[in-house]
């Protein structure tokens, strides 16, 4: 089955450490998103990926950083800069038109003490 | 900017009533529009798509939409809810390239 897989399902880190959170994805997919899900606030996007090593930043890029080196994987690295990095994240895919609904891992809940 | 709104963050029904969740959005050009819906434990997938067309899209389990161009919406619809429908429904629009904007979402709680 093609999909997208987000690995862990929950991370705990003490605050001032980095944590990269991994995304894969079979499906094929030219473009990949890194969306951040906080109650009450719906999903803002952090990174996306149109084609490989090339991404761009979203609305809330600060504190964060992507890197795009093969098709199948985009993994976001939480800096320590990231003021409010306790969240749960959402890697997407789309096969690159934009008018492609979004597939969606199940997420990283990240956890910073 | 572009911007989703939803109108209920929460809503609260009995089976078989039925549902008709707000959504409208800020941008005077052609959009795409989506609703998603993450049912509980679940990954977040699609429910219905708009991009041309009639105005009037059904999604999957007896879910439809209107699209009312003049006043920028995209309510989501189902005559008669059931307990499974239970989850978080989130109006996302695409105005072009690859930024897709999403509204805060809408707890939908069906009591059995």
């Known amino acids: 089955d093609g999909g997208i897989t987000q690995s862990p399902k929950y991370l705990f880190r003490k605050e001032g450490q980095n944590v990269t959170l991994s995304c894969e994805q079979n499906?094929?997919?030219?473009?990949m998103y890194w969306y951040r899900q906080d109650p009450g606030q719906g999903l803002r996007l952090i990174y996306y990926?149109?084609?490989?090593?090339?991404?761009q930043k979203g609305d809330i890029a600060e504190g964060y950083s992507v890197s795009r080196e093969k098709k199948e994987s985009f993994p976001l690295t939480v800096t320590s800069a990231q003021k409010n990095p306790t969240a749960f994240y959402l890697c997407?895919?789309?096969?690159?038109?934009?008018?492609?609904?979004?597939?969606f891992g199940n997420g990283t809940r990240l956890t910073v003490t | 900017a572009q911007s989703v709104s939803q109108h209920n963050h929460h809503v609260i029904l009995s089976e078989a009533a039925s549902l008709e969740l707000g959504c409208n959005y800020s941008y005077g050009g052609t959009v795409n529009l989506f609703w998603y819906v993450q049912y509980p434990g679940q990954h977040l997938q699609l429910l219905l798509k708009?991009?041309?067309?009639?105005?009037l899209v059904k999604g999957i389990k007896g879910f439809e939409a209107e699209f009312i161009k003049s006043k920028f919406s995209f309510n989501l619809r189902k005559p008669s809810v059931q307990w499974s429908d239970t989850a978080e429904y989130f109006c996302a629009v695409n105005a072009g390239g690859f930024k897709t904007i999403f509204g805060a979402g809408t707890r939908l709680f069906v009591k059995a």
């Open positions: 997407a895919s789309t096969i690159g038109s934009y008018n492609s609904p979004l597939h």
């Open positions: 499906l094929n997919h030219d473009a």
């Open positions: 990926s149109q084609i490989v090593n090339d991404f």
């Open positions: 708009y991009f041309s067309g009639d105005p």
